[in-house]
């Protein structure tokens, strides 16, 4: 079995399959839904975005309570040829520790073209600021792709 080729473009990888009989490449996504990747090149695209910074000038995940929310739109270096498969995490967290950390951070609104990335808290959980990481992998377009519209 032949192995894939993974060559880098900047910040954004494309991988050439071997030929299809060889593999298929498969990952899970939140629906419990296999994603499955026809012979296309793949592309991974990855980046850290401060999603907010609130301690200085007093904001609302500082010194507020109850439900609290920040939405970052975040577009990627390269579309992709369909919808890809966004993993996010927290990379930097600077929080108060009188109380407990209650925190949620997802990927929502995925499109070829980029994501939006979210922050969520509640209760008394105080935050200065976020700034979370992420990967996107999926189908990128091909020179031999045919616009048949």
Do not use: C, Y
């Amino acid at each position: 079995m032949s192995k894939a080729a993974l060559f880098p473009q900047g910040r954004f990888f494309v991988v050439i399959l071997p030929k299809p009989r060889d593999k298929v490449w498969e990952f899970n996504d939140k629906d419990d839904e296999m994603k499955t990747f026809r012979t296309h090149p793949i592309g991974i695209d990855q980046g850290e975005a401060v999603l907010f910074s609130e301690f200085a000038d007093g904001g609302e995940m500082w010194t507020g309570e109850g439900p609290r929310e920040r939405r970052k739109p975040i577009i990627f270096n390269q579309s992709f040829r369909s919808v890809p498969v966004v993993q996010i995490g927290v990379s930097l967290w600077d929080v108060d520790t009188s109380s407990a950390l209650r925190a949620e951070v997802t990927a929502e609104d995925i499109s070829p073209e980029g994501f939006t990335a979210v922050f969520r808290t509640w209760s008394d959980t105080r935050i200065a600021r976020i700034r979370a990481a992420w990967t996107a992998i999926g189908e990128v377009p091909h020179e031999d792709d045919w616009d048949i519209s």
